[in-house]
């Protein structure tokens, strides 16, 4: 689960490293890739696994929107007129799907990845390791694109100094635009992954949420790899207090971590700033 | 505002109930003067110290609670109770801000939401304070002040929530007005500059974040009196702290007739909507918030009073306390 | 001899690998005009981040009136009697002029109407007097220069950090700051100078002290600082004849 966490939080990581923005709708995004993946199944008889892509392409385009109708608006403003922003989004995102979709849970029937894996003594979900696998791919294949590809390279220099970069000639807009992008496509396969085994319904993103704030503040805001090991961290610390505690307090350990980490180690274990 | 149409609209806020009998209308003017008051409240750690505080329900939940619970425990009467509901949120208040002040921006809405939802957790789990089920205040008749209930008119109600809206702009204007409102501007403006000339940053931030609980909590109070029973869903959910932000920041942030202004504009939407639409009404009219906070945030941040300076014509407008000597000199 | 207003003792801060102040030392006394001088990236506003509390010390003392002020907090620092002005102009942008120098003027009145008076006669002594109702945002850069000077005055400090006067400010403006700086030397404010332009600091300090990565490498009265082997290879250069 740690790595789905990552998935989702690589994609915020990167919006906030890019302009200093944390997206409040992010676990809206993810709300609507589970959607996406829920009728690409229902609809289109493509099992979640197939569907990532077909999520990511479409909350990718959410992002791309997102950002060329609120965000670069909004770039320029005092940070309350930020917050609000995204916020609002998410807000919209969260009843729109109310009221187009209901209340109702849905789930995914019969998926590819179904039954349990025994590993020594333990009872893993077929659905949980195919999920982390995925995602870990996928994971690798940001890294990979931020490291080695041009175009990743630029999206990195903009990141850690937008004025020099667009100096060098490169187009701050378009990684801007680029940066939304790609958190979107990250939520969206993290999304897809999630149907397999979840729920979906529309205040589903609340708690992943919050999840992905704890790992961006863990792994350090802006930086990506560091995100996955916090992934994994969070995910722990959420399976442990699940099983320590009653469940209802689980969210309250992880924002318990959240906060030790912002007062305490504001860079996170790796970050940068 | 000048004299002669303020003291109209004062004359006619006042003698409202007497001309409107049916429970509708005095219950919107109600919800206006309720959500004003919040978002009045609101407004001061907020708009005017700049501390965007995203949970702010917590200390609506605390006051309906503290108050709900001392009448069936103690037989309290609930003005007694709403005194202790205040106290205890400013104490909370105080034990939240204490880790959360040191964040900035982001960091701090993030973690008001979080301290929010956690509140809202432990109160749905308790037993003691009625859990999920929520806790009904036990009707006593006939109505009385003493006990806060009045089942047979609105009308108490009406004064009563005038005169906390009353309190709240009160507080707000005094604040305005003195040392501490201009430090709390120069904090939202740069805590670090305002620091370099002596001023004690969180203790501001606390004194605003005091004042701001403790009357949310008495607007919890009168809620709970006014629906006689309270459930977490209903007086601690984040909804309601992004419905009180949005009433701010609609009428316009950091201004003192900014929140009031919001609530004049949404109440009557929402409960129009709530109307028309029944079941339904419930998403669609969050749905419009959420599409409202994103209209706001691009198009005018200052809301409708920052909007209604725009159309004057005014730019460089220097705001409330200076622009009055300005005028007069 | 009593107690030195502002005494720094091995002052030492590190930025991970970065050494932005290593061991400093030096003293002002009262009403002491100092300048303080170095290539861009000597540690100067770190120097000053030091002792106004912004930043804490990983090693060293900050010692004001003989009484130790390391790690304070910047309006403890305030209170005690410093005050600074910022490289990176810091006003408040959305209040007028009068309210921001207000600010300042509140740490000695609670009273609203005295610290508009106070306020009045610190804008008017800079110089900005028809200028008092005015946004921050809506002043110029030498405006804001001169509005931050008075925001700093009104605290009535005994000591002022002034973080680059003339930077960013046009050359017909400079002489009339400069008079500004010499003013409140004359009313026996204490002054510690960063600066970049050698003429204005050489004609009105007292004393220099030069930094060059971090350490102090010189300090001393401006004609001997001229003089001296280091500062001309680290800063000054040949040409420069006081």
């Known amino acids: 689960m740690g790595c789905v966490y990552a998935l989702v939080a690589a994609g915020l990581s990167l919006i906030f490293g890019l302009m200093e923005l944390v997206n409040f709708a992010h676990g809206e995004f993810l709300m609507l890739a589970m959607y996406v993946a829920f009728f690409a199944w229902s609809l289109g008889g493509l099992d979640p696994v197939i569907g990532a892509p077909v999520a990511a392409a479409v909350l990718g385009a959410v992002g791309w929107l997102t950002y060329h109708g609120l965000i670069r608006r909004v770039l320029a403003a005092p940070m309350l007129a930020q917050i609000f922003a995204t916020f609002g989004l998410g807000v919209f995102l969260r009843n729109g799907a109310q009221f187009a979709f209901g209340v109702d849970f849905l789930t995914v029937q019969d998926p590819w990845l179904a039954g349990r894996l025994s590993l020594g003594g333990l009872f893993l979900g077929l659905p949980q390791v195919g999920a982390s696998l995925v995602a870990l791919a996928a994971f690798l294949a940001l890294y990979l694109f931020l490291s080695r590809s041009e175009t990743g390279l630029a999206l990195t220099a903009t990141a850690q100094d937008r004025q020099a970069a667009s100096l060098m000639g490169i187009d701050t807009q378009r990684m801007f635009a680029l940066g939304w992008v790609i958190g979107g496509a990250c939520v969206g396969v993290a999304g897809a992954l999630l149907a397999t085994f979840f729920y979906i319904y529309p205040d589903v993103g609340g708690p992943f949420a919050l999840l992905a704030y704890v790992t961006v503040a863990l792994g350090g805001f802006g930086n990506v790899p560091g995100t996955l090991a916090a992934g994994v961290v969070v995910g722990l610390v959420e399976a442990l207090a699940g099983l320590l505690i009653p469940p209802a307090f689980k969210y309250s350990v992880v924002f318990a971590l959240y906060l030790a980490v912002v007062l305490w180690r504001p860079q996170g274990l790796f970050g940068r700033f | ?329 | 001899m009593s107690a030195p207003l502002l005494e720094v003792t091995g002052l030492t801060k590190r930025f991970g690998g970065v050494v932005a102040n290593r061991d400093v030392s030096f003293r002002v006394g009262p009403g002491e005009l100092v300048g303080v001088i170095g290539p861009n990236g000597a540690g100067k506003s770190t120097l000053f981040d030091l002792i106004t509390g912004f930043t804490r010390p990983d090693a060293g003392t900050v010692r004001i009136d003989g009484r130790d002020a390391t790690g304070l907090r910047p309006d403890e620092i305030c209170r005690l009697g410093l005050g600074r002005t910022f490289q990176k102009l810091r006003p408040f942008h959305g209040m007028t002029a009068l309210e921001n120098v207000m600010i300042g003027a509140f740490l000695n009145t609670a009273d609203v109407a005295e610290a508009r008076a106070a306020a009045t006669a610190a804008l008017a002594s800079v110089g900005l007097g028809d200028r008092i109702a005015v946004q921050a945002r809506g002043l110029s850069t030498g405006q804001r220069k001169r509005l931050e000077l008075a925001r700093a005055l009104a605290t009535r400090p005994r000591l002022l950090l002034l973080d680059e006067v003339t930077g960013g400010v046009d050359a017909g403006a400079i002489p009339g700051l400069v008079a500004l700086v010499r003013d409140l030397h004359a009313r026996g404010i204490g002054l510690i100078v960063i600066e970049h332009n050698m003429r204005v600091i050489m004609d009105i300090a007292q004393r220099i002290v030069a930094l060059q990565l971090g350490e102090v490498i010189a300090d001393g009265p401006p004609a001997e600082i001229t003089r001296d082997r280091r500062v001309i290879d680290a800063y000054l250069g040949e040409a420069w004849r006081a």
């Open chain 2, 1 to 329: 505002m000048r004299r002669a149409p303020a003291a109209l609209l004062l004359l006619a806020v006042l003698a409202f109930p007497l001309v409107f009998a049916r429970p509708f209308p005095r219950h919107v003017m109600i919800m206006i003067f309720l959500y004003g008051a919040l978002a009045t409240a609101w407004n001061i750690l907020a708009g005017y110290c700049g501390q965007i505080s995203l949970g702010h329900a917590v200390y609506f939940g605390i006051g309906a609670y503290t108050s709900t619970f001392l009448v069936r425990e103690a037989a309290l009467t609930p003005w007694l109770g709403m005194l202790v509901g205040a106290a205890l949120a400013v104490v909370v208040s105080q034990a939240i801000g204490y880790p959360v002040f040191r964040l900035r921006g982001h960091y701090f809405a993030i973690a008001t939401i979080g301290f929010g939802e956690i509140v809202q957790t432990l109160v749905l789990n308790w037993d003691l304070v009625g859990g999920a089920r929520g806790l009904f205040v036990p009707i006593k008749r006939p109505d009385s002040l003493l006990n806060l209930q009045f089942h047979d008119s609105k009308a108490v109600y009406y004064y009563l929530a005038l005169g906390l809206l009353a309190l709240a702009l009160g507080a707000t204007r005094w604040i305005e007005r003195s040392r501490r409102g201009y430090y709390f501007r120069a904090i939202r403006e740069d805590q670090d500059a305002a620091a370099s000339l002596g001023v004690r940053v969180a203790r501001e931030k606390h004194a605003a974040m005091a004042v701001s609980a403790a009357l949310t909590a008495l607007g919890g109070t009168f809620w709970a009196q006014y629906v006689l029973f309270i459930d977490p869903e209903s007086v601690f959910p984040l909804s309601l702290s992004i419905l009180i932000c949005l009433v701010a920041v609609m009428g316009g942030v950091g201004s003192l007739w900014g929140p009031l202004l919001g609530a004049v504009v949404l109440v009557p939407l929402s409960e129009g909507t709530r109307v028309l639409l029944g079941g339904t009404g419930k998403a669609l009219d969050l749905l419009i918030y959420g599409a409202l906070i994103m209209a706001i945030a691009v198009i005018q941040p200052a809301g409708l009073m920052g909007l209604m300076r725009q159309l004057r014509g005014r730019r460089a407008v220097a705001p409330r306390g200076e622009a009055r000597r300005e005028s007069a000199a």
